[in-house]
């Protein structure tokens, strides 16, 4: 038993805590490679999940969940003072500075509207309603939501740009 409980904490030494099956299957993972290896110099994961039978997903999964977490702030290039984090690789497309700085711009914009204008504009562009239905709704004429419209949207492109 004791023997057991050594083993377990030395396997079990991470820091993230991973089910019991994924870890199974992430060493049965390893085993089916390094035999893969022996055999043949180009393993992969569609070669290991066709070997035991499971989906390349499952695969890449379980590797990727007995992998040692890397820290963010890991330098990953260092050549005369200057440093690269790992951190200043990561590059996401929704969530990067210059969308930041868009949102807070739109949001102040939006701010400054009536109103009447921010409703046209929400009925309009996030319930996609017609100015036809939005007439209807607000209670005035297709043509005064129409030039609301266009005003609502001039002063929003004023205030950002």
């Not at 921010?118 to 607000?138: A, D, N, P």
């Amino acid at each position: 038993m004791i023997l057991g409980e050594i083993k377990r904490y030395l396997r079990d030494g991470n820091s993230l805590r991973v089910s019991r099956s994924i870890r199974d299957t992430a060493y049965q993972i390893l085993k089916v490679r390094e035999k893969l290896e022996r055999a043949d110099e180009d393993v992969t994961y569609d070669k290991i999940a066709r070997e035991m039978n499971i989906a390349v997903s499952e695969v890449a999964y379980a590797l990727d969940a007995i992998s040692d977490p890397v820290s963010l702030y890991e330098p990953v290039y260092n050549k005369s003072g200057d440093t690269l984090l790992l951190m200043d690789q990561i590059f996401d497309a929704k969530n990067n500075d210059e969308v930041w700085t868009e949102k807070a711009a739109l949001y102040e914009a939006i701010n400054r509207l009536e109103q009447r204008e921010k409703t046209i504009l929400f009925l309009r562009y996030f319930e996609g309603k017609t100015q036809t239905e939005i007439s209807s709704e607000v209670g005035i004429s297709q043509a005064q939501v129409s030039r609301l419209e266009k005003t609502a949207l001039k002063r929003l492109k004023t205030c950002i740009s």
